[in-house]
Every structure is written in C-alpha cells, then in structure tokens.
C-alpha cells in the first residue's frame, strides 16, 4: 500500500477576475424567498414535459413555480431534516421519486410520488445509518446507474441503486465500508485511473475493486492523507492535465477553497501538494463540476458558501457567494467567476441561538446549502443552476444562449 502525503505550499494565486465578455452572463429568479430547506432536486414531477424543482416539504411546478406541498418535515433547531434529493423512479410507476437523508434523523429514505397533483406523496425509510449530511449521486458499482452516496459522518456507506430482479423499479442495496475511513465529507473519482470510481473520505480513498468483481467486493483501503472537515463532495480528476489526478475539496465549517496536485515521487509514491483555489469563501459544503460556459467539457468548478452551516465558526456571518472557478492550464493559475456575491449579515445577534438566516441576511441572499444542481431547466441549450439554502431558494438561469 501506497503511502501519500499532503504538503502545503502556495503553488498558485487566485486572481479575483472581472466579467469577460464571452463567459456566462447570469439571471437571478427567486422560487420561494422564505425557503430554509438546504436540499432541492430538479425533475418531471407531474409528467408534463417541464423540469419541475423539489425542495424539502414542497415542489415547484414549471413555468410559474406554482408551490404544492410533499411532506411534512421535522425541524431541529435552524435546520430542517431533509438534506438531500435526489430523483429516482424508485417504485417504476413512472412518476419520479426521489431519495433523501436527514442528519438530525440519521435516516436514508425515499419519497414516493403519488402522481397526482394535490395527492400526499409518502416516505418510505431505507435505512439509518447515523447523520447523513447531504448525498450525490454517484455511479460506485459501475453499471451505467447512479448510486447514492451521503455523507453519513460516522460510517462510509453507500446505496447501490439497482434493478429489481422481477418486475419494475430498483432495490436500493446497502454497501457499509465501516467506520474507521468516516468524517465530515465524503466524494469520488477515478483516482488510479483503472477506468472506476473510488470513494473518497477526509481520512484517505477506497480503491473500487476490478469490474469483474462486481460492486459488492472488497474495496481496499488506502488511508493517504487528513483532510478535515471537507464540504460534499470531495472530488478527483486530473486538473492541470499533467497525467496524474489531483484532488479537489472545500472546507466545510472554515474558510477554504483548496486543490491538491499530485506528482509521482521516488519509488512511485504519490505526493500531494495542496494549495489554495479561493481562500476568502467559507463554509463550503457542495461543490460539481459543469460544463457552464457551453465549450463541451465539465471543467468549470461550482461551489459557494453554505449559509449559517453553523450560525457561530468562521465567516459565518459574511456574504455569501454562488461562483464557478476554472484552472487555466497555460498559466498554472484558477480564475472565479462571480454568479452571485451577497451582503453580510451585519446586524447579527451575538448568541448562534437567536440567529436565523431569513433574517440577519437581506432579502434574495442566494447560497449554495447542501446540494447544488446544474441542469438546462428552460430548454435553451445551457445550464441553469438551483441553489437552495436556509436563506432561500434561487434559481440562476445562464443568458448564454440569449445573447
């Protein structure tokens, strides 16, 4: 086993850059002001040939964002227990579910579509394997299907989603790689390069086991570095395009915006250099990659600030941002592109009890809570993005194609 180690160093600066002329130009439109649910997805609820949003106990009806109700949802404090959505037809009735977690409820469930406008969709528990701090999708058994992957905190687990052996829909089929590897964070990419995806942890990865093993082999562990308390997920692919992959990552509960760059040391070891891609966000906790700027590839990072993540840690009360950084490979260097830039919460109490984000924040503060989604919601050829959070739910809607 490989041992790799992280070396801090400042290998690039970031430099703020204005607008250019050819990068994507941004509209911001409010879906509901008041929203404090951390988690939206985006699908056909209703069958009707439009993208729909759904976000904790409600669903957003295409064009008008017309409001109906999905469920109640508990509230722990400034958080409501719905932390992910992820769409999936789990029951394959042809009306879209989705699958969610919950931290304060430690559960992973799925919610099931009743196919009806008016009609009570209903919960459907899967499992409950301890805090679960958001979920991506996440294609770990290798099958062409998505996975679920949350951020479980106390265990690394993951939900093959996969096809019923007799009749319609999917089995959502329990992975559990323990509870030495788990910690605030967890992600994927083909780290090795053998064509799979492994399972990242703030502790080190697990190496996805060969095809032929199928997904419910040993994944070998390969404890390479500390990372912290990272946001969701933490991602590898070959940045700098220099062969090797490198890492991505946020830091969840502090400021940072960090890359690690990998180079192949003596004796094959693989060493890891990180330096910092945005040192002036904090609490980020979701981050993707996307292709927004509409060149063909997904290289555009996107990620921002999670707003009051905690109501009292680092930066907490600072404006918050929505962007997407990108590395210019020519000049060694990663640039941001502001979506949104918001004001602080000046007026802030002093106690993290009396502060609530739809108040100490102004009104329209957009942030980027637990699940992003970059999707073409209005059919015009380039990708929108839906940023929900405890101050709001916002879609960003690309003017590239209007231009």
Not at 152 to 163: D, R, S
Request: aromatic share 10%.
């Amino acid at each position: 086993m490989l041992r790799l180690s992280i070396f801090t160093a400042s290998l690039v600066c970031l430099p703020l850059c204005t607008l250019l002329a050819d990068e994507p130009a941004w509209k911001q439109h409010t879906i509901n002001g008041k929203s404090e649910f951390e988690a939206a997805g985006v699908f056909d609820v209703d069958n009707d040939g439009k993208l729909d949003i759904v976000s904790g106990g409600f669903w957003y009806q295409a064009p008008d964002w017309k409001q109906h109700p999905v469920r109640k949802i508990t509230r722990t404090g400034t958080y409501l227990n719905c932390f992910g959505t992820l769409p999936v037809d789990v029951n394959g009735d042809g009306n879209t579910d989705f699958v969610t977690c919950s931290y304060f409820e430690r559960n992973v469930g799925w919610v099931e579509n009743p196919g009806k406008i008016g009609a009570a969709w209903t919960y459907h528990q899967v499992d409950v394997p301890g805090p679960s701090e958001a979920a991506a999708f996440v294609d770990l058994s290798g099958d062409g299907v998505p996975d679920i992957l949350p951020n479980a905190v106390n265990v690394v687990v993951w939900y093959e989603v996969k096809k019923k052996e007799s009749g319609p829909g999917f089995d959502l089929v329990k992975h559990d790689l323990g509870t030495a590897a788990a910690g605030h964070g967890v992600g994927s990419g083909d780290l090795n390069g053998d064509g799979r995806l492994d399972l990242l942890t703030p502790k080190g990865w697990f190496e996805a086991p060969g095809t032929a093993a199928g997904a419910s082999a040993t994944w070998a562990w390969h404890p390479d570095w500390q990372l912290g308390a990272t946001g969701i997920q933490i991602l590898a692919r070959d940045v700098d395009h220099d062969g090797l992959v490198d890492l991505v990552y946020g830091m969840g509960h502090d400021f940072g915006l960090y890359w690690a760059k990998q180079t192949a040391g003596e004796g094959g070891k693989r060493t890891w250099t990180r330096a910092p891609i945005d040192s002036t966000v904090a609490s980020v906790h979701t981050l993707l990659w996307a292709d927004l700027d509409g060149d063909g590839k997904a290289e555009e990072l996107v990620t921002g600030k999670r707003v009051y993540a905690h109501e009292i840690e680092p930066g907490a009360t600072d404006g918050s941002l929505v962007a997407w950084y990108k590395f210019d490979t020519a000049k060694k260097a990663w640039t941001r592109h502001v979506i949104f830039q918001g004001e602080p919460a000046k007026n802030a109490p002093a106690r993290a009890q009396d502060r609530l984000a739809l108040r100490d924040f102004p009104a329209g503060t957009a942030g980027t809570g637990l699940q992003l989604t970059a999707i073409d919601i209005d059919h015009d050829g380039d990708l929108d993005l839906v940023c929900p959070g405890k101050s709001g739910l916002y879609l960003f809607e690309n003017l590239s194609r209007s231009k």
